[in-house]
């Protein structure tokens, strides 16, 4: 598989700069979301500033996410390490992640997941597309769960609700929101995951990510 981190040089130059084009223009995109849109946080408090945590969301739920969290710190992400992948790595550093740990399922995934857990455990926190990155959609996968219960760290999950926007084709239906919408953000409570809760806390997760 052609990555991010093996593209042959006569085409490094051509791919970096489409790669930082493309990012660069969906991070004024999304800047440009937060600046027109209302955003509205309701649930639990966010947690403080310096506490590591495992934010949890949906894949469908990725573009809202980065309409409402266009500035963070202290972050570090597991992402997909295919070629395509670029201008979304772009982004990620646009906003402020500082560590991306390259790997999926079959492409080196518990490498990468390891060298996520790694970084929290220094402090870091992180962000899951918890049923990504090929679904099935709304069926929360163990990467996020292992965070939590290796690094000891809570899972917080984020739920979006947003009434003007699009939904795009693909498994995920992934919406992205218009102009001057509102922007609703429910957070969820802190999930600290165990080798005895995993299942439990599992289920927790996903029956409030569907808003059951």
């Known amino acids: 598989m052609l990555r991010v981190d093996n593209i042959p040089w006569y085409i490094k130059p051509f791919f970096l700069l489409w790669g930082h084009a493309m990012g660069l223009l969906l991070y004024f995109w999304t800047l440009s979301i937060r600046l027109t849109c209302k955003i509205k946080f309701t649930g639990a408090p966010l947690p403080a500033n310096g506490s590591p945590v ?21 972050q570090a992400w597991l992402n997909h ?3 395509y992948m670029k201008p ?22 518990m490498a990468a997941l390891e060298n996520v857990i790694g970084y929290l455990k ?14 099935p959609a709304y069926q929360i996968k163990p ?11 809570p899972v917080v999950p984020l739920r979006f609700n947003c009434k003007r926007g699009m ?12 102009l001057f919408s509102e922007i609703i953000v429910e957070v969820g409570p802190n999930i600290q995951v165990t080798e005895n809760n995993l299942e439990v806390c599992s289920d927790a997760i996903e029956l409030f990510l569907n808003d059951v």
């Open 54 to 74: 495992a934010y949890c969301i949906w894949h469908k739920d990725l573009a809202l996410y980065f309409a409402v969290f266009n500035k963070v710190n202290n």
């Open 88 to 109: 979304i790595h772009v982004l990620l550093h646009l906003t402020g992640v500082e560590h991306i740990c390259l790997g999926s399922s079959g492409n080196n995934g």
């Open 122 to 135: 220094q402090g870091y926190s992180t962000l899951v597309a918890c049923d990504g990155p090929a679904g």
């Open 143 to 153: 990467g996020v769960l292992w965070m939590s219960r290796d690094a000891q760290i």
């Open 167 to 178: 939904r795009l084709g693909g498994w995920d239906k992934k919406f992205v929101p218009f």
């Open 81 to 83: 390490p295919a070629w």
